[in-house]
């Protein structure tokens, strides 16, 4: 079982890193990493990470993992990036976070259930999709995890999936992954009223970039 994982500059890391803690533990299965180059790439805070292939070298995958952050802004309309998540999609795929705008704008969201960051939930209807309020969302052989620290969950989700309940249990374990966060803010229905609107605000600017970015996509006039 080939699993690959793309990673880009300004990404969020744990979108990436998460995942990878469980996807790239599964028996008999191999992991890899996959860039626009070979190059390393930095994440939204500056950690570098190096692939282990650029995307034109990756072989067909079983399993693709696409995370998020705001380095999807660009890569929406990179033309190089879409055309391989058109071909790499075609059996598994997981998607954590702003991961699934980029699948949006390869053309695969279209009549599917998903789910994404809280502050771009909302966008997912412009590529056609059914954007549902849920921290993992199943569709079919998809898995759409919501912000950031929800691709474990998503994760987990897949590896019951691919390898049974008793492996992804063992997974867990292994990562004592039992959260008990010690405030009930991780998402706007449970977030202090004054904590929700200084993060609406914070993220309006990108927010309204990124609906520009899909505006352009879907009548058509994409940039080169």
Known sequence: MDIGSLV???????????????LSRLPGSTYRVYGLTGAPVRDVRGLTITPDAAIADAPALDVLHVPGGRGIDVLMENEEVLAWLRKQSGNVVLSVCTGALLLGAAGLLAGRRATTHWASHHLLAEFGAEA?????????????????????????????????????????????????????????????????????????????????????????????
């Open 8 to 22: 880009f500059d300004d990404m969020d890391q744990i979108d990436f890193t998460g995942p990878f803690e469980v």
């Open 132 to 224: 549902v309020d849920q921290r993992v969302v199943v569709d079919g052989d998809w898995i759409f995890a919501a912000g950031v620290t929800s691709g474990i969950d998503g994760a987990l989700t897949l590896a019951a999936r691919l390898c049974g309940d008793e492996v992804a249990q063992g997974l867990q374990l292994y990562m004592e992954y039992a959260p008990e966060p010690p405030f009930q803010a991780g998402t706007p229905a449970t977030a202090p009223a004054a904590v929700l609107a200084r993060a609406r605000a914070d993220m309006a600017p990108v927010t309204e970039r990124r609906l520009a970015v899909i505006g352009r996509i879907v009548s058509g006039h994409a940039q080169p």
